[in-house]
């Protein structure tokens, strides 16, 4: 590890998860243990989770305004 913290990930390593210059990794912490993963690439994610019926369609400002809406009134 570097002065600055930085570490290199081996070559292998690097190819073992597909890994190119400018791929985003995280580290996550696992008792005594750092374990490096690829970030997911979220337009692969696209189409996994089902939208409930009330939000299909309408444009994410609408949907957020909603909900701030939904938790303003709970909250009185």
Same mark, same amino acid.
């Given at each position: 590890?570097? /002065?600055?913290?930085?570490? /290199?990930?081996?070559?292998?390593?690097?190819?073992?998860?597909?890994?190119?210059?400018?791929?985003?990794?995280?580290?996550?912490?696992?008792?005594?243990?750092?374990?490096?993963?690829?970030?997911?690439?979220?337009?692969?994610?696209?189409?996994?989770?089902?939208?409930?019926?009330?939000?299909?369609?309408?444009?994410?400002?609408?949907?957020?305004?909603? /909900?701030?809406?939904?938790?303003?009134?709970?909250?009185?």
């Amino acid at each position: 590890m570097s /002065t600055k913290g930085q570490v /290199t990930i081996p070559k292998g390593v690097r190819e073992a998860l597909g890994l190119q210059d400018g791929d985003a990794v995280v580290f996550r912490v696992e008792g005594q243990r750092a374990v490096l993963s690829r970030t997911p690439d979220l337009l692969e994610l696209a189409g996994s989770v089902p939208v409930p019926v009330g939000k299909s369609g309408v444009p994410w400002e609408e949907v957020l305004a909603r /909900t701030r809406r939904v938790r303003s009134e709970a909250r009185r």
